[in-house]
């Protein structure tokens, strides 16, 4: 039988209650709201709303969140499905890696490619797709070494802190 969310290198994990620090601290650091499109910080009340709710199928909240493990069992990071459509088969997804060190180590690459082959092996989808902001090279990397290929650019899409940003929509068709 096939693994869909685990290979030698990182496991694909449901959220658990004592994520919630990791959480809290990942989505409030402005580091990363650009990227997340956050604009105001989370409470720890809000997320725990948010973990509580995790249970629901995937038909039923059109999102799943998994927590990225590496092989020695620390949590580095997320990967998110959104805006699930089942009837056209379809969804987007959103990847992080928190922290400076663990990325260019092939943690996101392993995680990309795990959800790939469940999203195709297991729900059955036709085709996901990626938004990446124009200057973020190493995402766009990522995402086109899995074979996803850029479907159009969305100018000044994003309102940044510098100015206006483009945003490149990637997908992958399963086929």
Not at 51 to 60: S, T, V
Not at 129 to 152: P, R
């Amino acid at each position: 039988m096939k693994k869909y969310l685990s290979n030698y290198k990182i496991t694909l994990r449901a959220i658990e209650p004592e994520d919630i620090d990791l959480l809290y601290a990942w989505e409030n650091d402005p580091e990363i709201w650009e990227v997340s499109h956050t604009l105001v910080p989370f409470s720890k009340y809000i997320l725990a709303l948010y973990i509580q709710n995790a249970d629901k199928d995937i038909y039923e909240s059109r999102q799943l969140r998994l927590m990225i493990d590496t092989s020695e069992g620390k949590t580095i990071g997320a990967i998110d499905l959104f805006d699930f459509e089942p009837y056209h088969s379809r969804a987007g997804i959103g990847l992080l890696i928190h922290a400076k060190q663990d990325r260019s180590k092939g943690y996101a690459s392993a995680a990309l490619d795990l959800l790939i082959s469940y999203c195709f092996g297991k729900l059955n989808l036709h085709q996901l797709y990626a938004n990446i902001e124009t200057s973020n090279l190493v995402s766009l990397a990522l995402f086109e070494k899995q074979g996803f290929v850029s479907c159009g650019t969305k100018k000044e899409w994003l309102m940044t802190d510098t100015g206006w940003k483009d945003e490149i929509m990637l997908q992958l068709i399963n086929g």
